[in-house]
């Protein structure tokens, strides 16, 4: 649901393609752990904040540090 949600609505999608972000690889890497999550019935909502946090935060600031420095060059 979060990724389907951040693929309709989120706007810089096309920008940070061209400034090398890959939110392919992004989801590659954290489907797996969504879907692991998924399975459990006993997730508690610190779980689930961290794998979020882990997606959305942590890539960000990363991808925000990676446009940082392309930018840097040009």
Same mark, same amino acid.
């Given at each position: 649901v979060l990724w389907k949600?951040l693929?309709?609505?989120?706007? #810089?999608? *096309?920008?940070?393609?061209?400034? #090398? #972000?890959?939110?392919?690889? #992004?989801?590659?890497?954290?489907l797996?752990k969504?879907e692991a999550?998924?399975k459990r *019935?006993?997730v508690?909502?610190?779980e689930?904040r961290?794998?979020?946090?882990?997606?959305?935060?942590?890539k960000?600031?990363?991808f925000?540090?990676?446009?940082?420095?392309?930018?840097?060059?040009?």
């Amino acid at each position: 649901v979060l990724w389907k949600a951040l693929d309709q609505n989120y706007g #810089v999608w *096309d920008y940070e393609r061209s400034q #090398v #972000v890959d939110w392919d690889a #992004v989801y590659d890497e954290f489907l797996p752990k969504y879907e692991a999550l998924d399975k459990r *019935d006993d997730v508690t909502d610190d779980e689930l904040r961290k794998l979020l946090d882990e997606t959305v935060i942590d890539k960000m600031a990363e991808f925000e540090k990676q446009i940082s420095k392309k930018q840097d060059r040009l």
